[in-house]
């Protein structure tokens, strides 16, 4: 810009104003113009921008200003368009072909559009220089802040208030059939397009990991680094679905239920991802790869039993009149994650230091999972009341369902942490509750061991 300054004419700023407020400061809109002798005076070299800032700081200073007039704007409003379609064809009088469409939206949390920008604040919209240089102190500053990801040990970044609306298209196509007079099956082929989902982003350096060099340390430093949000990402999910049920005749019905899918994304979650790119130096991956929630089989069955009014005509069978039973099975893949070194050194123990290692992104499995559980119920009358108990049963067999294990040994009964993963190594340093993120928590775990519970209602 002091190279070029007649590009830089009548030029509206939002600076800070520590006359405002009843003398606590605020924004304050001025229109400044470049100075055109900036071109010979400060504007050493054209070719390579090499820049005076001695002889004139005052000059210096007010070129920082007209040049952090394109740095932020204000947010526009956000739109959506959320249509739904169903079409369905009658192919007999029991059959039908059927074919759904459907545009989701989903608005970014309030996190991600505030976090570290100040908006709200009276400095919001104004860069650190711009306050600082009016007497107010670094630590009174609440406006947009810069971290370095590299040496934070949180993954923190800067929100961005103009992140859009994220979306999803959904389409589905199948068939619905009626076989007999008590069964049902259907076939579902289904895809998810995911657009516009709040992405990774890291500000104060180009494309090929130049750092940027700011003379007017606009944002308190020379060499900004720092994370920043925008709409960049995207995942697809392919899949189908069979299910097959019975209605509940004779007593008895069951409803069986298999999905096959594969999610693809082109980034991990996003605070996963902060830290990704700013403290483990993983490279950027510009193709689809696993989501981490990507789960590939999916079943589940239920079996139902149930006696209304009409008791069953064998011996005893009036004793389960009003008493229903389930059994419930559930399967399913495990879920991905990034094992921390490849095979060969998982066997060995030996540790490499080398943070490639991490890659491929969620090329580990962890175990699959299984439960079943149980219901049952009664009721009764006693008197001019009725009553109703049951008993729940949550995982029947107790099996120990590893959900989250640890990236070294992909189980979770053995191995350790990834140390390089600063946001749980370095947790207890975190003094700011604001500062903590999901990855905190991240710990192998199993999910909900066996449970049971009894119940007796009254109904008047």
């Not at 605070?271 to 589940?300: K, M």
């Not at 009409?310 to 495990?334: E, K, Q, V, Y």
Request: proline share 5%; glycine share 8%.
């Amino acid at each position: 810009m002091i190279c070029n300054p007649s590009q830089w004419q009548n030029v509206r700023v939002r600076t800070f104003n520590p006359e405002l407020n009843g003398g606590r400061g605020g924004a304050e809109t001025v229109t400044l113009s470049a100075d055109p002798s900036w071109a010979t005076t400060l504007c050493t070299d054209p070719a390579s921008r090499t820049i005076n800032t001695v002889d004139d700081p005052d000059a210096v200073f007010m070129a920082t200003q007209i040049a952090s007039s394109d740095d932020m704007g204000e947010a526009a409003g956000r739109t959506q368009f959320s249509p739904r379609l169903r079409v369905s064809f009658p192919v007999t009088e029991s059959s039908s072909f059927f074919f759904n469409f459907g545009r989701y939206s989903q608005n970014p949390t309030i996190k991600n559009m505030y976090n570290y920008t100040g908006i709200g604040t009276r400095f919001e919209g104004i860069p650190q220089r711009l306050v600082t240089e009016q007497g107010v102190p670094v630590s009174e500053y609440l406006g947009p802040r810069t971290y370095d990801p590299t040496s934070s040990t949180t993954a923190t970044y800067v929100g961005n208030s103009a992140l859009v609306t994220e979306r999803t298209t959904s389409y589905e196509v199948g068939w619905l059939a009626e076989l007999g007079n008590s069964y049902g099956l259907t076939l579902t082929l289904f895809a998810k397009d995911q657009t516009g989902l709040t992405g990774y982003r890291t500000g104060g350096q180009l494309e090929d990991g130049t750092r940027v060099f700011d003379v007017g340390q606009t944002y308190g430093t020379a060499r900004p680094l720092f994370g920043v949000l925008v709409n960049s990402d995207f995942q697809t999910v392919r899949g189908f679905d069979i299910q097959l049920r019975r209605r509940l005749t004779n007593h008895w019905g069951f409803d069986v239920n298999y999905s096959f899918m594969q999610t693809r994304t082109n980034a991990q979650a996003l605070e996963r991802q902060a830290e990704a790119f700013g403290r483990e130096n993983q490279a950027r991956v510009y193709i689809e790869t696993v989501s981490e929630i990507d789960q590939p089989h999916v079943f589940n069955g239920v079996l139902r039993f149930a006696v209304a009014e009409d008791a069953p005509s064998f011996r005893f069978g009036n004793l389960l009149r009003h008493t229903s039973a389930s059994i419930t099975l559930r399967a399913a893949s495990g879920m991905p994650y990034t094992p921390v070194f490849p095979p060969e050194f998982r066997l060995t123990g030996s540790l490499p230091t080398s943070t490639a290692l991490r890659l491929p992104i969620n090329e580990g499995r962890a175990p699959a999972t299984f439960r079943v559980d149980m219901r049952a119920s009664k009721e009764f009358r006693i008197g001019g009341i009725r009553y109703g108990a049951f008993l729940d049963v949550r995982n029947v067999f107790d099996r120990k369902n590893c959900t989250q294990v640890f990236p070294t040994t992909g189980d979770c009964k053995t191995g350790f942490a990834d140390q390089n993963r600063l946001a749980q190594h370095f947790s207890n340093n975190i003094t700011n509750v604001d500062d903590l993120v999901s990855t905190n928590f991240d710990r192998p775990q199993f999910i909900e061991r066996r449970q049971m519970s009894v119940g007796l209602r009254m109904l008047f």
